[in-house]
């Protein structure tokens, strides 16, 4: 089994619960502008009503699924309250797999998802699923 990533810098501490729920609500906060915008800009440019629902949706789903593999492992959420995800085994920023996995459970079990990281350890069902965990940026 492979050796779980022991961070070896003094700064590394779990992310704050707090700094966690805010950044995941400015992250819906941008997946739903996303879909007003891109329903807005599709509407006015005379899409078919039911291909602007489709891409709005698709839209806002992938940026949902996906921001946690953004530089440096940050959300736009994440960089505002200056958090984190990387791979636990090896410390290495979340990739786009990683991020797929560890929101879709977020977005398919919701509160059950998200009442795991009130656990000893403070991972949601996401987070081990992707074998990801959430840190405070180090200074």
């Given at each position: 089994?492979p050796q779980e990533y022991l961070p ?132």
């Amino acid at each position: 089994m492979p050796q779980e990533y022991l961070p070896e810098d003094p700064n590394f501490l779990p992310a704050p619960l707090r700094a966690r729920f805010f950044a995941q609500m400015a992250d819906s906060l941008i997946s739903v502008l996303i879909f007003i915008s891109v329903f807005y800009i599709l509407s006015e440019a005379k899409f078919e009503p039911e291909n602007v629902r489709i891409y709005s949706l698709l839209f806002s789903v992938s940026y949902y699924l996906l921001c946690d593999s953004l530089p440096r492992g940050k959300s736009i959420g994440k960089w505002f309250f200056k958090i984190s995800v990387i791979n636990k085994r090896t410390g290495a920023y979340c990739s786009f797999i990683q991020s797929f996995f560890r929101n879709l459970l977020c977005l398919t079990l919701g509160i059950i998802d998200s009442a795991f990281i009130l656990g000893k350890k403070r991972r949601r069902l996401g987070d081990l699923l992707a074998r990801t965990i959430v840190i405070k940026d180090r200074k």
